[in-house]
């Protein structure tokens, strides 16, 4: 049995695609993860799974998707497979496409609510093009799964389909802390990992870093609003209390993760996608033992509040937004409960307790598919 799993970004640092390759792998099958490779790409960790990586002329932009889709087109016309996964609205076209030229079995992985993206909401006709594309493959599609179980409501109810959820959780963590210190003297530390684009809230943690004392702000992760983030540090002269730490491996992020005394996951209400959303770094915070501040979107808020690992941010204003950074770090006696929940969450909320769902996903996907002659079962 070959499984290809198909994605648009650098698997290099793609956490779920890797959990995911990972477990397959136990099905048993043959799994070959098919990604994008630019200049700053980091190496791909010594996984049991097979990669392969498309070296991009066009970065970004609809030329980008583009040629992403007529090269990953023709790979999976001649590539063998039996199982084809598209991960995301990005890749779905040529994964869709090549599966029905050679009648396999294919399988959709969402990874967001890609039509409410910060990015296409205000760009109707771009989100158009998308949508266009989501609703004429989506009612086809078998096997789908996605991130919440507001987003497979959401899908569910816009296509009349079944989706499936199998969560963005980190595997259980035994740390031992061999990452370079973070820490300068008795400062309390902020950490933040995961892309840095808009809407996530990292401008408002920046702003509130002026009102703080005896506290930096670390950011681990990169992403198209970078710069602006470095610049809005520079107009604030804030160099002194927020780190760029850049792109981390993910097998050496939760070493200092671990270091942290709060995670924060401030998306902002731009869209379906944010609002819906239950981003991995939640649950990497949880893992590594660390309270959480997240925003009053539902469901990060309802396992922040459900687990007591937490408080959830209910503004926008950068000085009672220190207020509550200052109030987290400093309560010994609530850090002290919402240590002792993390520890009983961690335990929880865990891929070793997640992955049963993704197999029997696949399996029965491998129902559909002849084992002796891998021709495709009708």
Same mark, same amino acid.
């Given at each position: 049995?070959?499984?290809?799993?198909?994605?648009?970004?650098?698997?290099?640092?793609?956490?779920? =695609?890797?959990?995911?390759?990972?477990?397959? *792998?136990? +099905?048993? $099958?043959? &799994? %070959?993860?098919? @990604?994008?490779? #630019?200049?700053?790409?980091?190496?791909?960790?010594?996984?049991?799974?097979?990669?392969?990586?498309?070296?991009?002329?066009?970065?970004?932009?609809?030329?980008?998707?583009?040629?992403?889709?007529?090269?990953?087109?023709?790979?999976?016309?001649?590539?063998?497979?039996?199982?084809?996964?598209?991960?995301?609205?990005?890749?779905?076209?040529?994964?869709?496409?090549?599966?029905?030229?050679?009648?396999?079995?294919?399988?959709?992985?969402?990874?967001?609510?890609?039509?409410?993206?910060?990015?296409?909401?205000?760009?109707?006709?771009?989100?158009?093009?998308?949508?266009?594309?989501?609703?004429?493959?989506?009612?086809?599609?078998?096997?789908?799964?996605?991130?919440?179980?507001?987003?497979?409501?959401?899908?569910?109810?816009?296509?009349? =389909?079944?989706?499936?959820?199998?969560?963005? *959780?980190? +595997?259980? $963590?035994? &740390? %031992?802390?061999? @990452?370079?210190? #973070?820490?300068?003297n008795y400062e309390r530390l902020i950490m933040y990992q995961g892309v840095l684009n808009m809407g996530r809230g990292l401008e408002?943690?920046?702003?509130?870093?002026?009102?703080?004392?005896?506290?930096?702000?670390?950011?681990?992760?990169?992403?198209?609003?970078?710069?602006?983030?470095?610049?809005?540090?520079?107009?604030?002269?804030?160099?002194?209390?927020?780190?760029?730490?850049?792109?981390?491996?993910?097998?050496?992020?939760?070493?200092?993760?671990?270091?942290?005394?709060?995670?924060?996951?401030?998306?902002?209400?731009?869209?379906?996608?944010?609002?819906?959303?239950?981003?991995?770094?939640?649950?990497?915070?949880?893992?590594?033992?660390?309270?959480?501040?997240?925003?009053?979107?539902?469901?990060?808020?309802?396992?922040?509040?459900?687990?007591?690992?937490?408080?959830? *941010?209910?503004?926008?204003?950068?000085?009672?937004l220190a207020v509550v950074f200052n109030q987290m770090l400093s309560d010994t006696e609530q850090r002290a409960q919402w240590k002792?929940?993390?520890?009983?969450?961690?335990?929880?909320?865990?891929?070793?307790?997640?992955e049963s769902g993704l197999l029997n996903i696949y399996r029965n996907a491998i129902n559909r598919v002849s084992v002796t002659t891998?021709?495709?079962?009708?």
């Open positions: 049995m070959r499984i290809i799993l198909c994605v648009t970004n650098d698997i290099a640092t793609d956490q779920r =695609i890797s959990r995911i390759a990972m477990s397959l *792998l136990k +099905l048993p $099958a043959e &799994v %070959i993860v098919v @990604g994008t490779s #630019l200049s700053n790409s980091l190496p791909v960790s010594d996984h049991h799974f097979q990669s392969r990586r498309f070296h991009m002329f066009f970065k970004k932009g609809p030329f980008f998707y583009a040629e992403y889709n007529i090269r990953l087109f023709f790979y999976l016309l001649f590539a063998k497979a039996d199982i084809l996964v598209a991960n995301d609205l990005d890749t779905l076209s040529a994964v869709f496409l090549a599966s029905r030229f050679r009648m396999k079995t294919l399988v959709y992985d969402s990874h967001e609510y890609f039509t409410e993206l910060p990015e296409l909401v205000g760009r109707p006709k771009v989100k158009r093009t998308w949508e266009r594309i989501e609703s004429w493959i989506l009612p086809r599609i078998k096997y789908v799964y996605t991130v919440s179980l507001s987003i497979a409501n959401a899908y569910s109810q816009k296509y009349n =389909i079944p989706v499936q959820v199998v969560r963005n *959780l980190p +595997l259980r $963590a035994t &740390v %031992i802390q061999t @990452g370079i210190p #973070l820490r300068k408002l943690a920046i702003k509130a870093m002026q009102f703080t004392d005896n506290v930096r702000l670390i950011i681990a992760g990169s992403g198209y609003f970078e710069k602006e983030l470095h610049h809005l540090v520079r107009n604030l002269n804030l160099h002194e209390k927020v780190h760029f730490m850049g792109r981390i491996p993910p097998h050496e992020l939760i070493q200092y993760t671990v270091q942290a005394d709060l995670g924060i996951s401030l998306e902002e209400n731009k869209g379906l996608n944010y609002y819906f959303a239950l981003p991995n770094k939640l649950f990497d915070y949880i893992q590594a033992q660390i309270p959480v501040l997240v925003s009053d979107l539902p469901e990060m808020a309802f396992i922040v509040n459900h687990y007591e690992v937490g408080r959830v *941010l209910s503004t926008d204003d950068a000085r009672e002792e929940n993390l520890r009983k969450a961690s335990m929880e909320l865990c891929w070793e307790n997640e891998g021709e495709y079962k009708k």
